[in-house]
């Protein structure tokens, strides 16, 4: 593999083309939709003689199901139909659908329950208040299993087993290596090298999407159902639902126009989905489910909590010589997208540096817990929080400057990871410079109060194709109207990060029309092509690529039939800016875009021109086709009496290639900087015996407008040879690198080591009494 | 209890509606008279997706009986606007990108024109821009888009078409 990525060594380059719409201010295309009220979401669907749907969860962690009885409840009056995993084909299904082993989820499962909050059964009433009293009606006999809810007590074998014949609990395991990891520690030993060790413990943490897990069935007698979902990928709703229910994938229609929120928590098959299809087929009307905010928090899933064992070897002038890392991560119930977590975690780990020497050994382990899975930064917010402490408290064990020591490591410009990954543009240096540079310039801060720092980088869509995705991985076709109007039909999926604009931007830059000329349609399977959707950051990068794409070809029949009009001399090139198409060397020698166009159609028997554009990766490693990289600095101040943080500001700099949506690239910065805050130091699920403590938005504590401390962002442009105009992914990284930085300023502003996350009061305080202690006993 | 009739004025029109007593304001709003610009995401007054306001005041929609508000006149994120014409605050957002999924917008909007409402006149913090909104969660855009929205309002950037 290693020879084929060195054949695709490019130098990265800035480019100084003047661009028309990229990197231009513009509004939101579906901006007056969503301030005006008129966007409208799944929650908000409502059709005619539409039934209501409600679920019944399971009250145990781990139970057997001897029977259930349904018969009362289909006695009360207006429930049209009660459903269990009987009326299902029983069908495991997971996202991982190229290992058989991984699909292992059954919504409505026949046999076991294996987490509280688990379906049991569902309802379709002619309201929501009798779905919810026909719950209660159902009477479930269950046999009481003995239950497990940590990975390092679910691995131990004497634990109860979760899945049958997975041996100890152990779901999918990842090994990671390259150089000779034993060897390097050995030489550091011996050369008097610096080799540390610590135990992390990342938390989970709720997507809490603001739409709450919603969808809409409708199956009709002619043996196709229409869903409207609330997905990050229509594509996989249809595919996994299509598999659910035995029926052909092009049967089943999923709509996704708008979606309040994802944030990798909704690209999996969710219950919401599957219970309303299978009730629907049953009656053949409408059935709309929705969560409550508690069904949401108890019953999807979460981000992966993380047992990180890290040991590190440095030389005494900060060189980074080897790495070992174990981490046990609490998987939950069921695979889902937990297993890519696991591996990106445990690569990203390594990120940003050169290390010679690197081992990592991931073990996903089930518990009797809602099941854990990629949640922006798919595993690296916490791989991030282990590394960049270490890093920074070893600088400070060797009195080491921690920029020169991070600098002299980064990864750089065409640089290989053996074996993994080949990075082509990295602007790593120079974000380390200008955050240096700023943090320099803030001068000192006063008592209890320092900036932390940390670095990281991210990918841009995954390689991998686990889903088995018989297409490509992003598609779009582009079709002009006589009038020059463009339509333009991705898969790709907008849950409010605007790739609806993004790809607007993309094909009005490429087409040289205005943005206002491009009509977008996306999230919808009967209309747009398949793509994989949106997570792992990968929408700029693929469906960016395939939307140039498309454009390129629809322009390229416009352009020859300009020089065949225009009767140019071959040599010219012709292009098309602003609606203006031109002679490159002479602009002022063209004709209008709008009688192209009409001529063109005319030429061609009256066909519409049609574009098409295609992207999958390939020869880019196995991880990512690009990556961005960060630099993010944390100012805190730490109450020493009670514990409690105040984040002063967070400056971040940033890589992300060219950026396209300037207004988009603010809006990813700070609302990932809320998150991960959140992330950092509010944001817990604390459970008991498996039952979540805070299953409400008074207890789960999110970042508020007035705790949101101000942002910057000083852009690093690269231009990326890979991505489209050079750009790579903005929006998911920025939440690796602020839980570590915020422990980094913890450390330096009060001298404790933070192991545990969520950085709260009450640990603050613990470690500064152990501190304390220490001294004392000095 | 019997369902009993309800009159109130929901963005200007005057609406009768048949409901039982312990229907809650936002469910006449959104499921009765089909408004569903307003939003619900929890079931315990905490997230502020439903705020409306009633005589012009921020009400959580999700937190009173419909019944309260008996011949008042209720505004929801579709009355903003008028004939076609953006108001500040909705201008504001779209030029600051002060949302993205956009289903907390409505809601926030509301919470914001009741605050630019009740500052009218008087020079507003920046703190007292984000306590304004701090009953609203918006799990997107980190809030200091939607700060920067009402602040350019707040110092007159925009004016009332």
Known sequence: MSTEIKELKYSTFKTNVKYSVINTKVHNVDGIAKVTGRAQYTFDIKLPGMLYGKILRSPHPHARIINIDTSRAMELPGVKAVVTGKDTLGIKQGIWRRYEELCDEQILPLEKVRYIGEPVAAVAAVTEEIAEKALDLIDVEYEVLPAVFEPLDAIKKDAPVIHEGVERNVNVTRHIEWGDVDEAFAEAEKNGGYIREDWFRCSGQHHMCMETRAAVSSYTPEGKLTVWASTQSAYYTQALLAGVLGMREGDVRVIATYVGGGFGGKFELDAAMFCSAVLSKKLCKPVKIVFTREEDLVATKRRTPMYYYVRTAMSRDGQLLARESRMFSNGGAYTGMGATALYLSGFFHSFPYKWKAYRYDGYRVYTNTMPSTSMRGFGAPQAMFCSEQQIEWMCADLGLDPYEVRRKNAHTECYEVPGQAFIQSCGMTECIDKIEEWVKSKGDLGPNRAIGISSCGFMSGGIFNWFDSPYSFSSAVVTINNDGTVELHVGCQDIGQGSNTTMAIIAAETLGVKIEDIKGHSGDTDHCPADLGAWGSRQTLMAGNAVKMACEDAKKQLLEFAYAEMGLNIVYDLDIKDRWVHVIARPERGMKYEDLVKKAIRAKDGQRIVGRGYYTPHRKGMISPAYSYMMQAVDAEVDPETGKIKIHEIMTAHDCGQPINPLGLVGQLEGAASMALGYAYLEDLPMDEGKLLNPNLVDYKVIRAPEMPKTGMIDIETYEAEGPYGAKEAGEGLTNPTAAALGNAIFHALGIQMKELPLTPERILKALREKKEKEANK | ?161
């Open chain 2, 1 to 161: 209890m019997e369902k009993r009739a309800l009159k109130l004025s929901v963005n200007g029109q005057e609406y009768e509606v048949f409901i039982h007593p312990k229907t809650l304001l936002v469910e006449v709003i959104r499921d009765h008279l089909g408004f569903t610009g307003t939003k619900r995401g929890c079931e315990t007054v905490s997230c502020g997706a439903c705020t409306v306001l009633v005589n012009g005041v921020s009400v959580k929609s999700c937190s009173i009986l419909a019944v309260q508000v008996e011949g008042m006149e209720v505004t929801t994120v579709e009355g903003l606007e008028k004939d076609g014409k953006l108001s500040p605050i909705q201008k504001a957002f779209l030029d600051n990108g002060s949302y993205q999924c956009g289903f907390c917008t409505p809601g926030m909007l509301m919470s914001a024109t009741a605050f630019l409402n009740e500052n009218e006149g008087r020079e507003v913090t920046e703190h007292e821009i984000r306590e304004g909104i701090e009953g609203n969660i918006c799990r997107c855009t980190g809030y200091n888009s939607i700060v920067r929205a009402i602040d350019a309002v707040a110092k007159g950037t925009y004016k009332e078409e």
